[in-house]
């Protein structure tokens, strides 16, 4: 089975503090990505990584970096963190190549910026 | 235009009777769709995922899918309590490279003894 880990369940951090959110994954995925979800707007995609060292912005990349130093593990930063930052942060990984494309998905971090 | 959309529920369902929800998405030359379900507070789990017209079936769930009307339905079968999630619909479009899915918002079922 895919397992997908990420370092916290929960998380408090203050405004403009620096996050980092990790994410690793045990099946040699190709592809990785960080996603935020809030009440009434969905999965929203904020970067993906087709390759180490590789990346692409999502569709709500501001205020966010991301770092793939290692194909198992796929980094978010919060680079000075605010209160609309407040969410629910989902990592999920797939093979990538010709294979199908679903995507699993590690338990989250709720994260709370006060 | 939302490119997937999903009617948002809640969807209200007897124990033991059929729950269907529909997805529909506007990318003509999508390829590949999926269904998630997501418990309050949990991250989303892979049911099945459809590639071809037609039926596909695993226990309980058949998803359905029709192309030429851009649309794909989950039916829940024998529906249990534990079903009670939301059931988030995705897509990968023609245009999504690297594994890129489109989702929809989702639907809440509420599964009532």
């Known amino acids: 089975d895919v397992k997908v880990t990420q370092s916290s369940r929960y998380l408090v951090k203050r405004t403009g503090e620096k996050v980092f959110l990790e994410c690793v994954q045990d099946?040699?995925?190709?592809?990785m990505f960080w996603y935020r979800q809030d009440p009434g707007l969905g999965l929203r995609l904020i970067y993906f990584?087709?390759?180490?060292?590789?990346?692409e912005k999502g569709d709500i990349p501001e205020g966010y970096s991301v770092s793939r130093e290692k194909k198992e593990r796929f980094s978010l930063i919060l680079e000075s963190a605010s209160t609309n930052q407040t969410s629910m942060y989902l990592c999920?990984?797939?093979?990538?190549?010709?294979?199908?494309?679903?995507?699993?998905f590690g338990p989250g971090t709720r994260l709370t910026v006060t | 235009q939302k490119e997937v959309e999903q009617n948002s529920g809640p969807l209200s369902v007897p124990e033991g009777a059929i729950a269907s929800l529909n997805c529909t998405y506007s990318?003509?030359?999508?390829?590949?769709f999926f269904w998630y379900r997501q418990y309050s507070g949990k991250s989303p789990e892979l049911i099945m995922f459809?590639?071809?017209?037609g039926d596909k079936e695993d226990g309980r769930f058949t998803a359905q899918l029709n192309k030429a009307s851009q649309y794909v339905s989950l039916l829940i079968r024998d529906s249990q309590p534990s079903d009670s999630a939301t059931y988030l619909c995705?897509?990968?479009?023609?245009?999504?490279?690297?594994?890129?899915?489109?989702f929809g918002a989702g639907t809440q079922v509420v599964v009532t003894p």
């Open positions: 999920a990984s797939t093979l990538g190549g010709d294979s199908s494309y679903e995507q699993y």
């Open positions: 099946m040699d995925h190709e592809n």
């Open positions: 990584s087709y390759d180490v060292k590789m990346k």
């Open positions: 990318d003509r030359g999508s390829q590949s």
């Open positions: 459809i590639y071809s017209n």
């Open positions: 995705a897509v990968r479009g023609i245009t999504d490279s690297w594994g890129k899915l489109q």
